[in-house]
């Protein structure tokens, strides 16, 4: 079905020119496909790798497919960018940020692992020496063998693809937490709605987290979040954020607003901090509450840690 071919290097841009531009000429950075072959698919966006191991990724592209479909016509856009899949051993020359394998996607382009990830390595090792009966909720979803990749590249490849959608328009949000919960909204909606076979695959994981409550996350409040971010927490007090906002952006979706997604994508572009002054949290609580829900301020206002 795909088939390879080589692919001539582009003229590398500066990083720091990519951030600033704002262009659509511009909006894909070509700096990280020097070197990658292109894959030829029967889908809009340009898919590059770094070698002829594809067998793994047709499932993926196939739902990102549908997630690009399902997120344009929410958005009313028709997104252009690029997936790129890299082996762990040339992560460094092709991705934004360590470790290998983990979903990200910035300056148009979402970038996955070729091989499992360090970070499904790693926890499969942790879940491996957990009694049995801490992964019965998992074997029955991910495989006797627990594949969190399944996880960690197929399920969150989507939430990555939803984040182009506002950094499209803009990479300064009021809050980090607050582009983390719209692109697990943005996820959690679709495959509820058009991926109903990957629901488990999406929900299991979480839950198995949530249940295993907060003793790796020495940091707990939002104001943590936004100071330490990716770069300064953890991973495992990064994903224990992160499932806090997945509990959070399936309770809003499973409320049926379905508009709801459509207001926080432009509340998100509407008040970036190259457009407007930081708000205060009094201030983001209430323009939340007039502009998108009182489900998304009620998080700001009840988050559990202060």
Do not use: C
């Given at each position: 079905?795909?088939?390879?071919?080589?692919?001539?290097?582009?003229?590398?841009?500066?990083?720091?020119?990519?951030?600033?531009?704002r262009g659509q000429e511009s909006w894909i950075d070509t700096s990280p496909h020097s070197g990658l072959s292109e894959l030829r698919t029967d889908f809009s966006f340009k898919t590059l790798v770094s070698n002829n191991s594809v067998k793994s990724i047709t499932g993926t592209l196939k739902r990102l497919n549908e997630a690009k479909q399902y997120f344009d016509e929410i958005f009313n856009t028709d997104l252009d960018f690029a997936v790129l899949f890299v082996e762990n051993e040339k992560w460094g020359k092709h991705a934004y940020f360590p470790p290998p394998g983990l979903p990200q996607a910035i300056h148009g382009n979402v970038i996955l692992g070729l091989d499992k990830s360090v970070l499904s390595i790693t926890v499969e090792e942790t879940i491996d020496r957990l009694p049995e009966q801490h992964q019965a909720m998992l074997k029955p979803v991910y495989g006797d063998d627990i594949n969190l990749d399944l996880f960690y590249r197929d399920i969150l490849s989507i939430h990555e693809l939803a984040h182009l959608y506002h950094f499209k328009e803009g990479t300064k949000?009021?809050?980090?937490?607050?582009?983390?919960?719209?692109?697990?909204?943005?996820?959690?909606?679709?495959?509820?709605?058009?991926?109903?076979?990957?629901?488990?695959?999406?929900?299991?994981?979480?839950?198995?987290?949530?249940?295993?409550?907060?003793?790796m996350a020495e940091h707990k409040t939002l104001k943590d979040f936004e100071e330490k971010y990716v770069q300064n927490l953890s991973p495992q007090n990064y994903e224990w954020f992160q499932m806090q906002f997945y509990q959070h952006a399936r309770s809003i979706i499973d409320s049926g607003d379905r508009h709801i997604l459509e207001r926080l994508h432009n509340f998100l572009i509407n008040t970036d901090l190259d457009r407007t002054a930081r708000l205060s949290d009094e201030e983001l609580s209430l323009r939340l509450k007039k502009e998108v829900s009182t489900s998304v301020s009620d998080i700001l206002d009840t988050w559990m840690y202060r």
């Amino acid at each position: 079905m795909y088939k390879l071919r080589a692919r001539h290097s582009i003229t590398f841009l500066s990083f720091f020119l990519i951030i600033s531009s704002r262009g659509q000429e511009s909006w894909i950075d070509t700096s990280p496909h020097s070197g990658l072959s292109e894959l030829r698919t029967d889908f809009s966006f340009k898919t590059l790798v770094s070698n002829n191991s594809v067998k793994s990724i047709t499932g993926t592209l196939k739902r990102l497919n549908e997630a690009k479909q399902y997120f344009d016509e929410i958005f009313n856009t028709d997104l252009d960018f690029a997936v790129l899949f890299v082996e762990n051993e040339k992560w460094g020359k092709h991705a934004y940020f360590p470790p290998p394998g983990l979903p990200q996607a910035i300056h148009g382009n979402v970038i996955l692992g070729l091989d499992k990830s360090v970070l499904s390595i790693t926890v499969e090792e942790t879940i491996d020496r957990l009694p049995e009966q801490h992964q019965a909720m998992l074997k029955p979803v991910y495989g006797d063998d627990i594949n969190l990749d399944l996880f960690y590249r197929d399920i969150l490849s989507i939430h990555e693809l939803a984040h182009l959608y506002h950094f499209k328009e803009g990479t300064k949000p009021q809050r980090k937490w607050l582009q983390e919960l719209f692109a697990t909204m943005s996820m959690y909606s679709f495959v509820k709605e058009k991926s109903k076979n990957a629901y488990n695959l999406m929900n299991t994981y979480p839950e198995f987290v949530l249940n295993s409550g907060n003793r790796m996350a020495e940091h707990k409040t939002l104001k943590d979040f936004e100071e330490k971010y990716v770069q300064n927490l953890s991973p495992q007090n990064y994903e224990w954020f992160q499932m806090q906002f997945y509990q959070h952006a399936r309770s809003i979706i499973d409320s049926g607003d379905r508009h709801i997604l459509e207001r926080l994508h432009n509340f998100l572009i509407n008040t970036d901090l190259d457009r407007t002054a930081r708000l205060s949290d009094e201030e983001l609580s209430l323009r939340l509450k007039k502009e998108v829900s009182t489900s998304v301020s009620d998080i700001l206002d009840t988050w559990m840690y202060r």
